[in-house]
């Protein structure tokens, strides 16, 4: 069982940043993929961004050029750096671990969520 928590949410004005943090409970190198999804109120979860074990980054259209993910393998955390927020990035922001059990069988792992507003 991989626990992810996450951290660093709050309220900021547009065009401000903020930086997430997601710990997770065992050795990161033991996840195959890391992600940062986001779900506002009355829409479908979505993704933000994702990581590879390798350090092969993916990007939604709405973060590219604004937001950076990386990864801390000694520090078993997980970041997004998030820059000219927009009042649309207002969401929850949810940490996701996929860890390959066997060749058949992949385990999602998720946080509880951070709370981020841009306010303008």
């Known amino acids: 069982q991989v626990q992810l928590v996450e951290s660093g949410g709050g309220l900021v004005q547009a065009g401000g940043s903020l930086s997430l943090s997601c710990a997770a409970s065992?050795?990161?190198?033991?996840?195959?993929?890391m992600g940062w999804y986001r779900q506002a109120p009355g829409k479908q979860r979505e993704l933000v961004a994702t990581?590879?074990?390798?350090?092969?980054?993916n990007y939604a259209d709405s973060a590219k050029g604004r937001f950076t993910i990386s990864r801390d393998n000694a520090k078993n955390t997980l970041y997004l750096q998030m820059n000219s927020l927009k009042a649309e990035d207002t969401a929850v922001y949810y940490c996701?671990?996929?860890?390959?059990?066997?060749?058949?069988?992949?385990?999602?792992?998720w946080g509880q969520g951070t709370q981020v507003t841009v306010s303008s």
């Open positions: 065992t050795s990161i190198l033991r996840i195959d993929v």
């Open positions: 990581i590879t074990r390798g350090g092969n980054t």
């Open positions: 996701k671990g996929s860890v390959t059990v066997w060749a058949y069988r992949v385990n999602d792992y």
